[in-house]
Nanobody, 123 residues
Framework: QVQLVESGGGSVQSGGSLRLSCLAS????????MGWFRQAPGKAREGVAA???????RYADSMKGRFTISQDRAKNTLYLQMNNLEPEDTAMYYC?????????????????WGQGTQVTVSS
C-alpha cells in the first residue's frame, strides 16, 4: 500500500554533508512511524534513525549528533540530514515505514522499503 522513493544521495568528501529525502505515497497513519537504514559493502543492513507519530526520534550511537531525522507530513516526506560524513558512512541508504514496534532500528520489523540511494564518502 505504501510506496517509498529515496533521493539526495551522492559523493562527498570526508566532513561534508548531504540531505536525503524519502517521498511516501499511499500514506497511512501507521506510516507516520518511519526510519532510515543503511547497508555498506560486506555488511548487514543496519538501523540509522527512526521517528514516531509524536516526532520522537531514536538514533544508532554512531550517528547520534551527526545525523538528524525529520518529517514534513504535509509533503509526505521523510528527511535525513547527514553532517560530518566519514568514509565509514558509505552505504546504500533506505527509508522504511510501518514497523511492528515504534522507533525500531531493526530492519526485520519494518514492512515497507524504498529502493535506496547511494552515499559515498571519500577521504
Amino acid at each position: 500500500q505504501v510506496q517509498l522513493v529515496e533521493s539526495g544521495g551522492g559523493s562527498v568528501q570526508s566532513g561534508g554533508s548531504l540531505r536525503l529525502s524519502c517521498l511516501a505515497s499511499g500514506y497511512t497513519y501507521r506510516s507516520d512511524y518511519m526510519g532510515w537504514f543503511r547497508q555498506a559493502p560486506g555488511k548487514a543492513r543496519e538501523g540509522v534513525a527512526a521517528i514516531d507519530t509524536a516526532y520522537n526520534t531514536r538514533y544508532a550511537d554512531s550517528m547520534k549528533g551527526r545525523f538528524t531525522i525529520s518529517q514534513d507530513r504535509a509533503k509526505n516526506t521523510l528527511y535525513l540530514q547527514m553532517n560530518n560524513l566519514e568514509p565509514e558512512d558509505t552505504a546504500m541508504y533506505y527509508c522504511a515505514a510501518d514497523p511492528i514496534v515504534a522507533l525500531s532500528l531493526l530492519p526485520s520489523q519494518y514492512r515497507y522499503w524504498g529502493q535506496g540511494t547511494q552515499v559515498t564518502v571519500s577521504s
